[in-house]
């Protein structure tokens, strides 16, 4: 089925930004950071653990606990992440979910430049893996603005979405910049998914193929483009929420894992 097709399905998103020319790294940039996973822990030094919204509940109608360690492990070069159907009431931070999972935030942001993670993604019904970015620091959403890398929600497996959000660009309003690309093998093999962000224009793209691009124009502001102060690089893997759960939670299906083999981001010299 075609990939617009199956966006079709989704009331919770666009297709206005399509892009599918190459995605390519700049010849004029160094390697400045990267996480190989080659340890046997997380490196504490490089991504921290994000438990805020445990006790209060994480949005858009998220099932899941993020742990601070318990659902993530290291082990042959690959993060995984691990999703669990389980209720941790032992824990002081638990608000009533019946899921745990795991999310990381870098402790280091950057501003422009090519990223890269390559990463195999869970397809069961409620899973809702992403790799994306917020503004650092992030005093109010959508104002200082969104990237969506890579999103995959169980109710449309292999589709993959990408976004940005913007006070003027956002789904609460119907406008924001998406498009989707059909990814067949996105759940059986690790596919590079990959960042172009420069002054004038963001190019998101899978395995060097584009999925969108957006224009910064003359006469944006703020409110269309915030994406001129540094940004923080997040992965996680949620359970449900008002679009994952749209054909349920297969909690038999349960643990579900998002695998990333590494993170490399490259700015210009």
């Not at 601070?68 to 070069?77: A, C, I, T």
């Not at 409620?126 to 999103?151: F, N, S, V, Y």
């Amino acid at each position: 089925m075609p990939a617009l097709a199956l966006a079709a399905l989704s009331p919770f998103t666009v297709t206005n930004s399509t892009y599918d020319g190459p995605v390519r790294r700049p010849a004029n940039m160094r390697l400045v950071w990267r996480d190989e996973f080659n340890g046997r822990t997380l490196e504490l030094t490089r991504w921290r653990y994000d438990t805020a919204f445990n006790k209060r509940g994480w949005f858009n109608n998220e099932k899941q606990y993020y742990s601070p360690g318990r659902n993530l492990q290291v082990r042959h070069g690959a993060m995984i992440m691990e999703a669990r159907h389980e209720a941790p009431r032992q824990f002081p931070d638990w608000g009533g979910q019946n899921y745990t999972s795991a999310k990381i935030v870098s402790t280091r942001a950057w501003t422009y430049g090519f990223y890269e993670i390559r990463a195999k993604l869970p397809c069961a019904p409620g899973t809702w893996p992403a790799i994306w970015m917020l503004r650092q620091p992030m005093t109010k959403w959508p104002d200082d603005g969104e990237i969506d890398i890579m999103e995959q929600v169980g109710a449309e497996p292999n589709l993959i979405y990408s976004t940005l959000h913007t006070l003027a660009y956002n789904h609460r309003i119907g406008t924001q910049r998406s498009a989707q690309r059909l990814v067949p093998s996105s759940c059986r093999a690790f596919h590079r998914y990959q960042l172009d962000w420069r002054p004038d224009s963001i190019t998101i793209g899978v395995d060097g193929r584009g999925i969108l691009r957006h224009r910064r124009q003359p006469a944006d502001g703020k409110a269309e483009w915030p994406f001129d102060a540094p940004f923080d690089l997040i992965l996680n893997l949620a359970i449900g929420g008002d679009w994952a759960s749209q054909k349920g939670i297969d909690d038999a299906a349960m643990p579900q894992r998002m695998e990333v083999d590494y993170v490399r981001v490259w700015q210009a010299q």
